[in-house]
C-alpha cells in the first residue's frame, strides 16, 4: 500500500500529522530567522562547538586501606622531672590555650636550691662590689665568718648524702633482695603470711643479674664512703669528698633507676601481698626521689662553698685586677647555678605548647610522676590528617594534591599532601599524608579512628588514557570516529576506540593528543563538511 493510499483511508492521522507539520513550523521559523540574523547559519556550514579532549580523561581510583586519623596539630607532653603531681588544672576533652598550665608538680627541695642559690649570687654580687672598692678588716671577718659556716654546711650535707643513701638502700631498697649486704645477693622478696611463703622475683632475668651485681658494687662503695668521712676534719680537702659522694649518688641513682622496671613486674592476685608490694614500690620511689634530692642539696652546698671561700681569699689578698675578674666570674657562677636551678622548677610545670583539645591525661594529685612518663596530649580536632601507606605498585601513581574520597558515600574529601621519598624495607610500602579540607558535619570522622580511602589518580592513566567524552560527540557506525576541524575549517575525523557507556557518556581511547579540540557533536555532520567553529 502506498503513503498516499494510507493517507487517504486514514483521514484523522492525515490531518494529525499535517497539523503537527504547522506547529513545528510555527515553533521553528523564529529560532532560524533569529540564527540567521545572528550568522549562526551561513553558507560556509553549520556553527560547531569544540570540547577539549583533556578535560573528559577519565580518573582512576587507587584504594588504600587502614587510613589513621590524626590531627594536624599534635603535641606529647612528657614529664622532664619525677616528683608528686601538685595540682591538675585541666581534664580530659578541655579546651586550652598555647602557654596554658595543665600540671603542676611538687617543687619544695628544687624551690629551696633556688633560694640558696640566690643568696649565692647575692654574696657574689657583694663580693664583686668589695672587690671594687676594696676590703675592709670588718668586710674580711664576716666573709671568713660566711666561709666558715658554707665549708660546715658542706660537711653536714657531705654526710647527710651518705646517711641518705645508706638508708635508702638498707632501710627500703633491700627488701627487694635475699642477701643484699653478700657477695651473692638475689632480687626475690618472700612474704610470710598464713603460714606460708611465697617468693617473688624474676627468675633468669638478665636485668635482674645486673642489679644484684650492681647491689654488690654499692655495699662496696658504701663502706668505702663511710671511711672516708669519718677521716673529714678542718684541714680536709672537700672537693674531693664532693667528688667521691656525688660519684657515688650518681651510681646510686642509676641502680635505682634500673631496679625501679624489675620492681613494677612484680604482681600478685593475692590482696595482702598486694598491698605489701605496693607499699615496697613506694618506698623505691621514695628512695629515688631522696637520691637525686640528696645529689642537688650536695651541688647547692659545694656552689656556696666555693663562693665563699672564693669571697673570703679575694678580700685577704686584696684587689687586682686578676681578683676583679674572678669576682666577676664569681657572680657569672652563681648566675648560672640560679638559671640551671630555675629552669628546674620550671619543668615541674607542665604547659601547652600548642592550641587544641586535652586528649589524653595520666595525672592524679599526689601521684609520683616519672622522668619521661607520658602526662597528656593536645590535638586540635578541627584540623586533621590521615596518615596511609601505598604499595609500590600504587606509589607511582600518586601525586601530591590528588584528591581524596574518605569513607564510604563520599562526604568527606582531601587531597595528598606529602609523599615519602623512602619505601620501608619491611613493609615494602611509603607513607602518604592525606589533609582532610571537607569534613562529614552529620558523621564526622574523629582523631583515632581508622578509615578507606580513595585516591583519584588521573597518572595511573598517562600509558594509554581513557576518556568519557558526551555519547553525541562519537560517532559509531561499523567503526568510531571523534570529529576535529583543521586550521581551513573543513571537518576530519580520528580513529578512536569505543568502550562502556557511562550515564550519557561513552569510554574512548586510543592515540589521541590530550590537547586536541574536537566538535562536541557529530550529528548531522561529516568528514569534508566545511564547519564555522563558535567562539563560546
Same mark, same amino acid.
Given at each position: 500500500m502506498s503513503l498516499i493510499n494510507l493517507f487517504k483511508k486514514n483521514l484523522i492521522l492525515s490531518v494529525f500529522i499535517l497539523a503537527l507539520t504547522l506547529v513545528l513550523i510555527a515553533i521553528e521559523l523564529p529560532k532560524i530567522k533569529q540564527a540567521a540574523s545572528s550568522g549562526q547559519i551561513s553558507s560556509d556550514g553549520p556553527t560547531v562547538t569544540l570540547l577539549k579532549i583533556s578535560d573528559y580523561q577519565k580518573t582512576a581510583a587507587i584504594t588504600l586501606d587502614s587510613g589513621s586519623v590524626e590531627s594536624v596539630n599534635q603535641a606529647d607532653l612528657r614529664s622532664q622531672f619525677s616528683a608528686p603531681v601538685e595540682s591538675v588544672n585541666v581534664a580530659l576533652g578541655d579546651k586550652v590555650v598555647t602557654g596554658q598550665v595543665l600540671v603542676s608538680l611538687k617543687k619544695t627541695d628544687i624551690a629551696a636550691q633556688l633560694d640558696q642559690a640566690k643568696a649565692g649570687l647575692a654574696n657574689a654580687l657583694a663580693s664583686l662590689q668589695s672587690v671594687e672598692k676594696g676590703a675592709r678588716s670588718e668586710d674580711i671577718a664576716i666573709s671568713r665568718t660566711q666561709a666558715d659556716q658554707a665549708t660546715l654546711s658542706l660537711q653536714a650535707a657531705l654526710?647527710? =648524702?651518705? #646517711? %641518705? #643513701?645508706?638508708? #635508702? $638502700?638498707? &632501710?627500703?631498697?633491700? %627488701? +627487694? +633482695?635475699?642477701? #643484699?649486704? /653478700?657477695? =651473692?645477693?638475689? +632480687? %626475690?622478696?618472700? $612474704? &610470710?603470711?598464713? &603460714? /606460708? =611463703? $611465697?617468693q617473688y622475683g624474676a627468675v633468669g632475668s638478665e636485668q635482674a643479674r645486673l642489679v644484684a651485681i650492681k647491689r654488690v658494687e654499692l655495699e662496696k662503695r658504701l663502706n668505702d664512703w663511710k671511711a672516708d668521712l669519718e677521716a673529714i676534719d678542718g684541714s680536709s680537702d672537700l672537693s674531693s669528698g664532693v667528688k667521691t659522694a656525688a660519684a657515688n649518688l650518681d651510681f646510686l641513682i642509676g641502680f635505682l633507676n634500673d631496679l625501679s622496671p624489675l620492681a613494677n613486674t612484680l604482681t600478685t592476685d593475692n590482696s595482702a601481698d598486694k598491698q605489701t608490694l605496693d607499699g615496697y614500690k613506694a618506698e623505691l620511689s621514695a628512695a629515688r626521689s631522696s637520691a637525686a634530692g640528696s645529689l642537688s642539696s650536695l651541688q647547692g652546698a659545694e656552689t656556696s662553698w666555693i663562693l665563699a671561700t672564693q669571697a673570703l681569699n679575694l678580700k685577704t689578698a686584696g684587689a687586682t685586677n686578676e681578683q676583679l675578674l674572678q669576682a666577676k666570674a664569681m657572680v657569672a657562677q652563681a648566675a648560672a647555678a640560679v638559671a640551671v636551678l630555675e629552669a628546674q622548677v620550671e619543668k615541674t610545670i607542665i604547659r601547652a605548647p600548642i592550641e587544641g583539645r586535652i586528649s589524653y591525661l595520666d595525672a592524679r594529685t599526689g601521684e609520683v610522676i616519672s622522668n619521661g612518663q607520658l602526662v597528656a596530649s593536645i590535638v586540635n580536632p578541627d584540623a586533621l590528617q590521615i596518615k596511609t601507606y601505598a604499595s609500590i605498585a600504587d606509589l607511582p601513581n600518586i601525586t601530591q594534591n590528588d584528591l581524596v574520597k574518605i569513607g564510604d558515600g563520599g562526604n568527606i574529601v582531601g587531597t595528598v599532601y606529602r609523599i615519602s621519598p623512602a619505601i620501608d624495607p619491611n613493609t615494602k610500602k611509603a607513607e602518604i599524608l592525606v589533609i582532610v579540607t571537607k569534613n562529614n558535619p552529620d558523621s564526622p570522622i574523629v582523631i583515632g579512628q581508622t578509615v578507606n580511602l580513595s585516591i583519584e589518580s588521573k597518572k595511573s592513566n598517562t600509558a594509554q588514557p581513557v576518556y568519557l567524552l558526551p555519547i553525541q560527540a562519537v560517532k559509531t557506525n561499523g567503526v568510531s570516529d571523534v570529529f576535529a576541524v583543521s586550521s581551513n575549517g573543513l571537518v576530519f575525523a580520528i580513529p578512536v576506540a569505543a568502550g562502556d557507556l557511562v550515564g550519557e557518556k561513552i569510554e574512548v581511547s586510543g592515540s589521541l593528543d590530550p590537547n586536541q579540540k574536537i566538535i562536541s557533536s557529530t550529528i548531522g555532520i561529516a568528514p569534508g563538511d566545511k564547519v564555522i567553529i563558535s567562539e563560546q
Open positions: 654526710r647527710d =648524702s651518705y #646517711a %641518705k #643513701a645508706d638508708d #635508702a $638502700i638498707r &632501710n627500703h631498697v633491700d %627488701k +627487694f +633482695f635475699l642477701g #643484699a649486704d /653478700t657477695q =651473692s645477693p638475689e +632480687f %626475690k622478696i618472700v $612474704i &610470710n603470711s598464713a &603460714n /606460708t =611463703s $611465697i
